[in-house]
């Protein structure tokens, strides 16, 4: 039986095929996405994988319907598989917005699904970093986005020569196009139509371009003009000011050519890029300040930013720049059992062991020693223990060939160092309120 | 808008509404499930949420439809929301077993779903904690699993004296059944039946019980004798001696009440109660060396058994023991901006402090100096720093009160010490083989 077309399986490393993907390298990503997430003071939540289609509609349009996993329930209800994650968290945050100060600093990392009309390789769900604030209308709010989306992609060791954030506004673009169509009402049909003409700019001939624009009352030569100066508005320049000071300023710049294509933002938005032009885009996202509004049935008002960074793109680039990392299971130590009366007190050291912490590996059943040892190599263990007469314990570093006899008690410390690493930005534990 | 009944939001703490649920607590509990699996020598793995609707009816029969999510898609195809890892585990392993050296010990931490009959508060998805072995017919391996299980709720804080596994095994069954029915063929509709009647022992009035085990040849009073004797196969017998050695011969006790519903499994099976009986199973799992065999249509032999723990019961006990602690942001440090002139030093630091791993809030716009300190306060912040005049830095211990005036450098190290904790377990890395 086959995996539906579009659809990953993930595998341990190393990977057996080059039709699967790596289950270590996706938590690899998703430990950094959660590491960078948690130093910027941004708290994870998550919603269902289902939800009614009118959420998605209320949102894009019914034209949205097209590229969705839809279908009908038992109970009769329109449903969907959650294309992206933003109005699931507007739901959530119109529910319950006045238990939380503001401004409210919210990630998550869905899995999202879109049925697009089939093309070879093309995937039908992925998985992304969503990241957003709500309850601040400041230009620091969208600083502040941008340098956790920064930093996110510098954790996985990318630098400034490999990636660009590149900065825009809806803002200025609104402004330019009421210039051009004096007295032009905002959010009209027209408008809409230029922003997709403008987020088309760089896949479309010149010539279609100019055509189109000439339709809405524009020339392309001052659409050009625009975007060459690049003059940044004044919310943009507070956003480049701030970037500035925390040293970012390398990895953003002004560039009008992005829009976004999705109605719904309304201030700054900007997109991530490789700086080679290679891959897709790495991430966007913006401002969305009338999404709530819309959502909770103009019960709750609240101004609003976010980025989507998809697993992706973000994988095809790390490993085009070598930077993906190749991953074991950590095997601490492979206790050895070479003779079966010891089997009993080699359980117990195990268990002693991984009571305390280590990663321990071993032969369920009766294998013969260099098999045993063999298997211990296949799987990197940093350390070998073989219990010996009078409970002692032989212990040898695999890396260095350094052997030491010590005392069951001593084998957890004497390896103890192998894996002990900081850990980054935790949640920290609380007494229980729940506690009787 | 609504989300649809049965599914579950997920919220950061503190909770804001009895109707939701808690992000932190979720994330808590994955974590734990992880760490035990690592420690185990478990790999990762996982694969769609949506699958084939055949791959499910294949294992479980015709009848499972009734509780899927299933739908066509607008390919034509027959497909549905995963009920159960399983499926996806076997085929996946049918897949890519020769790449692996066996056994095989896979772990995964699948939501799932199932579209039941509505009651009220009843919920249609879970997560799972899924751990596997493949390629091991030696009961080792079922106590190396059953110890897995065991350390997983020990590591929330359960002992002997809130849970217990009980452990049975259908090959005492299957004698017991050929015992009462000479010459009766294994895999009969018979002594599935027998099987079902001996799974509701518990929940069902005696009287019903003798008659429909009348009609299949036996008496109650010769299975209550058989389940009071309790007397332990073989492979039972040396599981038992297998977790006696590792010091968790306190947390099993041989019960044949235990059957497992399910149609495919093979040999012993087991679930985990708590010792008050207070809550339905906290896990359950056990043999089913055909299932692979059967996915891949022959293919592929491989014995095999897993358990699964899910994430409601568990959560419920926790919170009737008291052991679910409460969680914040793990803020390190609040930078006070007290003076504007100074937001660009204080953005540096913020900056400097986020990329040394620390987690770091601040007010993104102008705040009064009680009003930042306060929210410091809310936020539970370890310490708060102000930048001061040549560039030093104030840090305060808000535990302590401790006062210290510091260079910027020397920030990190003051408050390094707080939510450094050693890592459990975590994946390794090695260079990477895509490095160019």
Redesign the interface.
């Known amino acids: 039986?086959?995996?539906?077309?579009g659809?990953?399986?993930?595998?341990?490393e190393?990977i057996?095929?080059k039709d699967?993907w790596s289950?270590?390298a996706?938590?690899?990503i998703f430990g950094k996405w959660r590491?960078a997430a948690?130093?910027?003071?941004f708290?994870?939540?998550?919603?269902?994988?289902?939800?009614?289609l009118?959420?998605f509609t209320?949102k894009s349009g019914a034209e949205i319907v097209g590229q969705l996993?839809n279908?009908?329930?038992?109970?009769d209800?329109a449903?969907a598989?959650r294309p992206e994650m933003t109005p699931t968290l507007a739901?959530?945050v119109a529910?319950?917005e006045?238990?939380?100060?503001k401004?409210i600093k919210?990630f998550a990392l869905p899995?999202l699904?879109r049925?697009e009309r089939?093309q070879k390789g093309r995937l039908r769900?992925h998985f992304q970093f969503n990241a957003d604030i709500f309850g601040?209308r400041?230009a620091?709010?969208d600083a502040?986005l941008i340098?956790l989306l920064i930093?996110t992609l510098r954790s996985f060791g990318l630098t400034a020569e490999d990636f660009v954030i590149r900065l825009s506004s809806r803002n200025a673009w609104q402004e330019f196009y009421e210039r051009g169509v004096p007295g032009a009402e905002r959010g009209t049909e027209g408008e809409y139509q230029f922003y997709q003409v403008i987020d088309k700019l760089e896949r479309t001939p010149p010539e279609e371009t100019e055509k189109k624009l000439a339709v809405l009352g524009f020339s392309l030569d001052i659409v050009n003009r625009f975007i060459e100066a690049g003059e940044p508005t004044v919310e943009l320049k507070a956003m480049l000011?701030?970037l500035d000071?925390?040293?970012?300023g390398d990895f953003v710049k002004v560039d009008y050519r992005v829009i976004r294509g999705l109605a719904y933002y309304t201030g700054p938005v900007f997109e991530a890029f490789d700086r080679k032009g290679e891959f897709r885009a790495i991430a966007g996202g913006g401002r969305y300040d009338n999404l709530v509004k819309l959502?909770s049935?103009g019960k709750v008002n609240l101004p609003a930013l976010g980025f989507g960074l998809g697993d992706v793109v973000l994988l095809e680039l790390l490993?085009a720049r070598?930077?993906?990392?190749?991953?074991?299971?950590?095997?601490d130590v492979f206790v050895l059992i070479e003779d079966e009366t010891r089997?009993?007190?080699s359980?117990?050291l195990?268990?002693d062991l991984?009571?305390a912490?280590?990663?321990?590996?071993y032969s369920?059943?009766t294998a013969k020693p260099d098999k045993q040892f063999k298997?211990a190599q296949?799987?990197?263990a940093a350390h070998t223990a073989r219990v010996e007469a009078g409970s002692m314990v032989r212990v040898r570093n695999l890396s260095t060939g350094a052997e030491r006899t010590v005392t069951a008690a001593e084998v957890g410390e004497l390896i103890g160092l192998t894996?002990?690493?900081?850990?980054?930005?935790?949640?920290?534990?609380?007494?229980?309120?729940?506690?009787?």
Chains 1, 2 share one sequence.
Request: charged share 35%; no cysteine; proline share 11%.
């Open positions: 039986m086959e995996r539906l077309p659809f990953r399986d993930f595998y341990p190393p057996p095929h699967v289950a270590d996706r938590q690899y590491e948690r130093r910027y003071g708290r994870e939540y998550d919603g269902p994988p289902l939800e009614s009118e959420l209320t996993y279908f009908t329930d038992k109970g209800r449903i598989l739901r959530m529910a319950h006045r238990a939380y100060k401004p919210w899995q699904f049925y089939q769900e601040e400041d620091a709010a502040e340098a930093d000011d701030n000071a925390r040293g970012l959502i049935g490993i070598g930077l993906l990392p190749q991953f074991d299971g950590g095997v089997r009993p007190d359980l117990k195990i268990q991984r009571s912490g280590r990663v321990v590996e369920l059943t298997r296949e799987l990197k894996n002990v690493l900081p850990h980054p930005g935790p949640l920290r534990e609380q007494p229980s309120r729940f506690k009787p």
